[in-house]
Structure formats: C-alpha cells, structure tokens
C-alpha cells in the first residue's frame, strides 16, 4: 500500500501519524503569559535537537476547529522561556488532566494539584512532581504552517536541569526510578518494561585490537 498524504483528510493524515510514529516521548511544557498566569500542556511531537548547546524541540499544533494557536506556543511569544517537565508512571494521571480544554485564565497547575517550584534562571515554574526538568529559554521558533490543522517547531535552550536524585546516580540515569512513559495512538500510553539490547559493531575499516 502506497498512500499519498495529500489525499487524505486532516483527521486521517493525523491518525495515521501518531498510529505510526510511536511510541513518542511528552513534553510537559509549563509557560506564562505576559500578565503572568500559568499554563501547563503535554505535547507529544517532542524530541532533543543537539547537546551543543543542549537544545530540545517541540511542536505545538494550531487548533483545526479554530484556528488559533495554543496557548503554550502564545505564553512563549510573549514571555520567550519555558519548562520542558518530563511525566512518568506516577504523574500520569495528572498530565492527562492538563490536557483538559480550560477557560482562558484557568491553571492547568490548580486544575491538576500540581505544585509551580520556582526555576533558577527563568520566570516561569516547573512542575515540583516531574522526575526531571529542563529550564530553557527561547531559541527559535520555526512556523510550518499558521494555518488550522499547522504547527510550529519550538526549540529551546536549556538553560538547568532539574533531575530526582535517586534517578541520576553516578553520571546514569536510572530507569528502574524514572518510570518514564511514552504516548501511543489515542487514549493509549506505554511503559516502559520490556528491553532488549543490540551491541553496536564498530566501523568496517577500524583497526582491530
């Protein structure tokens, strides 16, 4: 089967996106806006870019039914900074409910029962439960499409890390603390429990030892 995005619908295109592109890491971008009220918001199409200087990215969408940008991408607009909280098994049940569609105004934070900790070097606050946090301060943001059912590239800088200790001992992360999650296709998440590990060969010209 060959299947040309183009002729397929919004709502198609995007199943069959988050139906293959799995399992996907969560941002949990808490932000602010210029009269200071704060918002936090999963967002799934998340990675890291670089570790010189240690860059993440995450694209928030513009709504298809309103065409209006998320409230994230507009927090970091006009306050160019933000925190990329990081969600496992034990704060799951509160990522899912900042998800929930809230009046303007009203904290995902106080919605959730999720503590703002004050970051080091920014404005905007982590989440005190994640198990880790990136503090980062804008670097660019890079528009796709501004139109409904579009999105944005947002990358930034990291600027502190904030990791449990039990989690980073020794210069390694220990995965048995972190739980972390991944995001699957609609209300499904995975766990991450069952590994397998590949040695990597070396190049086929390198010298033997």
């Known amino acids: 089967m060959i299947i040309n995005p183009a002729d397929l619908s919004h709502k198609d295109r995007y199943k069959l996106t988050i139906g293959t592109v799995l399992p996907r890491p969560i941002a949990w971008v808490s932000s602010m806006d210029a009269a200071g009220n704060l918002n936090v918001a999963p967002f799934s199409y998340f990675t890291a870019a670089c570790s010189d200087p240690l860059t993440l990215i995450f694209c928030p969408q513009i709504a298809r039914d309103s065409g209006l940008k998320k409230d994230t991408w507009r927090?970091?607009?006009?306050?160019?900074?933000?925190?990329?909280?990081?969600?496992?098994?034990?704060?799951?049940?509160?990522l899912n409910l900042t998800a929930t569609v809230l009046p303007p105004g009203q904290s995902e934070f106080e919605f959730a029962g999720l503590t703002p900790a004050p970051s080091e070097t920014i404005r905007v606050p982590r989440v005190a439960e994640a198990p880790i946090a990136f503090e980062c301060t804008l670097q660019q943001i890079v528009v796709v499409n501004d139109g409904p059912g579009g999105g944005a590239a947002i990358f930034g800088t990291v600027q502190r890390i904030h990791i449990r200790d039990d989690i980073y001992v020794d210069?390694?992360?220990?995965?048995a603390q972190y739980k972390p999650i991944g995001r699957l296709a609609g209300n499904a998440y995975t766990r991450v429990t069952d590994l397998f590990h590949i040695d990597r060969l070396p190049p086929p010209d390198s010298p033997i030892t």
Request: a negative charge; hydrophobic letters at 45%; zero cysteines.
């Open 75 to 94: 927090n970091i607009e006009a306050v160019p900074e933000f925190v990329v909280n990081l969600t496992n098994e034990e704060t799951a049940t509160a």
């Open 171 to 175: 210069g390694y992360v220990q995965l």
